[in-house]
């Protein structure tokens, strides 16, 4: 996750009866009314169409691309060591996809390289 202006954020928000864990890109690096979000949506899906992970990419009314995950805490009680994986597994998937999002955000590439992409690191879909 190399650079200099972006950086990677996470939060959590403990709620009564689960945690919203959000991991995101910052500043926001996406205009929704600019010519790539149609790429970065198509990347978003294509990314989630890959995981197999209990949190999703989504894009959402600011323009942060965002990997969301929900814990109950009744799973967290059960599984810790899983739920502390799923956290985990959020920061391993902007590891890898961390320039190519921002390059496709900024126009600095299309979907379909972004897809080649994901294709040579993961394997093609299964």
Not at 29 to 37: E, F, P
Not at 106 to 125: A, E, P, R, V, Y
Request: aromatic letters at 16%; one cysteine or more; hydrophobic letters at 40%.
């Amino acid at each position: 996750m190399n650079s200099k202006k972006y950086s990677l954020q996470m939060s959590l928000c403990f709620n009564e009866k689960w945690c919203d864990i959000l991991c995101f890109i910052s500043p926001t690096v996406l205009s929704l009314n600019s010519d790539n979000y149609r790429n970065a949506l198509q990347a978003v899906n294509y990314i989630n169409w890959h995981i197999k992970s209990w949190g999703r990419f989504y894009i959402d009314s600011f323009g942060d691309l965002a990997y969301s995950l929900r814990i109950d805490y009744n799973i967290l009680e059960r599984m810790p060591h899983e739920c502390i994986k799923e956290i985990e597994c959020a920061i391993d998937y902007y590891a890898d996809l961390f320039i190519p999002l921002l390059n496709i955000c900024q126009g600095k590439t299309s979907f379909d390289n972004t897809k080649l992409f994901i294709d040579n690191l993961w394997g093609g879909i299964q």
